[in-house]
């Protein structure tokens, strides 16, 4: 008992070291609530940019789950802090009624009683509008989400990888359906994160009679096929959290084309929950959601999948110029007693 109580109070001072450290540069973000028009809706999101940013930076667009707002998702996320020492700006949209128009068949989703707008329209013309105020760089957005967020983060990822440089999906799987529809113009980064005991995305997958969803490790699979990658290998990554009572394993996929990626991250009893190693504000008890993983953070490992990819064509590498070869010495014209003795 001593000793969890050790590692308790060990783990408690690290936390608290770590939100000192960060906080400071947190606090300094700009964080602005903004409305805009795309198509017939008038749509908000919210702008978290680094204080005294003048150039487009990188940006990343986080969308929040079914019955969320985007206030309580930017808390709950922790995206904040990776952004403050990356020096990235993080956007966090609004669904109408708090929910998102994936890609899921419409029954699922219970669009009869839930009337998501014109989402696609709306992310991709807050994308347009960040890059034409100067705030985007082009070539360095990228786009996450978690559950509701998290399907859709495939459907923009299926539909406008053009726009997009990489993907991060989680507790979100593939609409059985992408098996025929899904065809991204190129290779995508994408990774997924998903808990093998969430109650409420199965990492199983999941049928009924309006539709199917595909299980944690089919989903990562099928965009691995897509992107035409070989075979993958498991990691299994440290357990630096034992009290959250969850693990984590990573598995890669090699021989991708490039810039396609894929990654599954495993959260071995993990339940409907972001992993975060940082403060965060749940909006929801963790005893209805399952459990949330401390080992891994969501914002981390998505920035390191991110930092790695630009839509930016790569710099071509000029060859070294020829050395042009030395002039051979002219001989010395030979004797005549030397050729008389020949």
């Known amino acids: 008992m001593v000793g969890v109580r050790s590692a308790a109070w060990r783990m408690g001072l690290w936390a608290c070291a770590v939100w000192a450290a960060l906080g400071a540069a947190t606090a300094r973000a700009e964080v602005v609530e903004r409305t805009m028009t795309a198509g017939t809706e008038q749509r908000s999101f919210l702008l978290s940019r680094p204080s005294g940013a ?13 019955g969320e707002s985007a206030e309580g998702f930017m808390g709950y996320l ?34 009869a009683m839930l009337t998501p707008g014109d989402d696609v329209t709306f992310l991709v013309t807050l994308t347009q509008q960040l890059v034409a105020e100067g705030i985007a760089d082009p070539n360095r957005i990228y786009m996450m989400g978690i559950s509701n967020g998290g399907f859709m983060v495939e459907r923009m990822a299926c539909e406008h990888a053009d726009l ?11 609409p059985a359906n992408y098996r025929e529809q899904c065809r991204p113009s190129r290779p995508v980064p994408i990774m997924f994160i998903h808990g093998t005991a969430d109650p409420v995305i199965a990492w199983d997958g999941f049928w ?5 969803t595909l299980s944690a490790p089919d989903s990562a699979q099928l965009y691995a096929a897509l992107n035409g ?17 969850t693990t984590v394993s990573v598995r890669r996929w090699e021989g991708c084309t490039p810039p396609g990626e894929v990654a599954l991250y495993r959260v071995e009893r993990g339940g409907h929950q972001s992993p ?3 403060k965060t504000t749940p909006e929801l008890a963790t005893v209805f959601l399952g459990l949330r993983n401390g080992d891994i953070d969501a914002g981390m490992e998505s920035w390191a999948l991110f930092s790695r990819h630009s839509l930016a064509p790569p710099t071509p590498v000029a060859a070294p110029a020829a050395v042009p070869l030395p002039a051979r010495p002219p001989q010395k014209p030979r004797s005549s007693r030397a050729q008389a003795v020949q």
């Open 229 to 245: 990658c070989g075979e993958s290998q498991v990691l299994d990554l440290p357990d630096l959290n034992r009290l959250d009572g």
């Open 208 to 212: 009924t009679p309006m539709g199917a």
């Open 54 to 66: 003048t150039t487009p930076l990188p940006v990343v667009i986080a969308l929040h789950g079914a």
């Open 78 to 111: 922790g995206l904040e802090e990776t952004a403050a020492r990356n020096r990235f700006v993080a956007v966090y949209p609004q669904g109408i009624g708090r929910v998102w128009n994936d890609g899921r068949p419409a029954a699922m989703r219970l669009k």
């Open 164 to 174: 997009y440089a990489a993907f991060s999906v989680i507790m979100a799987t593939a």
């Open 276 to 278: 975060a190693r940082v």
